[in-house]
């Protein structure tokens, strides 16, 4: 990995600004688990927006735009009511072949630790808030799955889920990563585990895959990691590397990128690769108070 070219898009938080500030002071207050597309020049962001626990936890998904992929205006919100979840986590926004809008949202069972994924469909950004939502990966009752990281290539879709299991009602914040493929980014088939915890080391909690991008013959994935359970919210990054889009192996034994501040939670890394050869990221980090913000930094060759 260290005979790239170019430098590998790996956060770091000294030379990042904030793009959209946490919705408030203090631990709850966060905003991230971003989703980013470049269309036509224009960088438009999903992310969330997440409340403390007795304001309602996830409350809405916003969609914005920026012709200078720093400043922001939003096109549309979601709210949790919306699909009847309890909270909204990471959406993944993607762009069909003719050219519509999808918008996939991770979304809370009510009185359940279960988690689904549903999708809306649109004509334009600014009408996903009023479209019917999908459900399109259902879970069951042994697994949730959120958090897609959702690829088109070609006429075929990839996709990377986070898997909780729910066997244990006390250790339902466990998780790791599996890969599923489809043809039409609706109707999917699972392939295999993409990346799984350690036995040992700060990553053996859990290990969320949150960007993958390809690096000559190797696949390259950008991962949220925890130690324990008392780590749910505060996961750091990792890296993982491997000869194919499943089965990836960690790199190093600690994370590449952490906040600062607090725990040190840097998390939901959406990685945006760039006409010019270079990468825009952003991501969800720990402030000094406890709350969360939305951040940016670019990566450029050389």
């Not at 938080?13 to 946490?22: D, G, I, M």
């Not at 991230?32 to 036509?40: H, I, Y």
């Not at 700060?202 to 949220?224: C, H, N, P, Q």
């Not at 000869?243 to 990685?271: E, F, I, K, M, N």
Request: hydrophobic share 40%; with cysteine.
């Amino acid at each position: 990995m260290g005979g790239a070219a170019a430098p590998l898009p790996i956060p770091r938080f000294h030379r990042s600004q904030v793009v959209v500030p946490a919705p408030g002071p203090g631990a709850g207050y966060w905003v991230g688990a971003p989703s980013a597309l470049l269309v036509d020049q224009a960088m438009y962001l999903a992310y969330r927006v997440r409340l403390p626990a007795e304001q309602g936890r996830g409350v809405d998904v916003v969609v914005a735009r920026s012709d200078d992929q720093l400043h922001f205006e939003p096109v549309a919100a979601i709210s949790n009511e919306l699909v009847g979840a309890a909270s909204l986590e990471r959406p993944a926004l993607v762009r069909t072949l003719d050219g519509r809008w999808r918008l996939y949202l991770s979304c809370a069972t009510p009185g359940t630790n279960h988690w689904r994924v549903e999708v809306l469909e649109a004509t334009a950004p600014e009408a996903l808030s009023g479209a019917s939502p999908r459900i399109v990966l259902p879970g069951d009752e042994e697994t949730a799955v959120k958090d897609p990281v959702i690829v088109r290539q070609g006429s075929g879709w990839q996709m990377w889920a986070c898997i909780h299991p729910l066997d244990d009602p006390e250790a339902t914040d466990r998780m790791w990563t599996n890969h599923a493929v489809s043809d039409d980014g609706l109707a999917w088939r699972w392939e295999d585990v993409a990346l799984r915890p350690r036995p040992h080391g700060w990553d053996r909690r859990g290990t969320r895959i949150t960007a993958v991008w390809r690096l000559g013959r190797s696949w390259m994935a950008l991962y949220d990691g925890r130690a324990s359970a008392e780590e749910n919210f505060e996961e750091r990054t990792g890296l993982a590397a491997g000869p194919s889009p499943v089965g990836l192996v960690q790199h190093g034994d600690r994370p590449v990128a952490v906040s600062p501040h607090g725990a040190g939670g840097l998390r939901y890394v959406s990685l945006v690769a760039l006409p010019f050869g270079g990468h825009r990221l952003y991501y969800e980090a720990t402030c000094e108070d406890g709350a969360h913000e939305l951040r940016t930094e670019l990566v450029v060759p050389g």
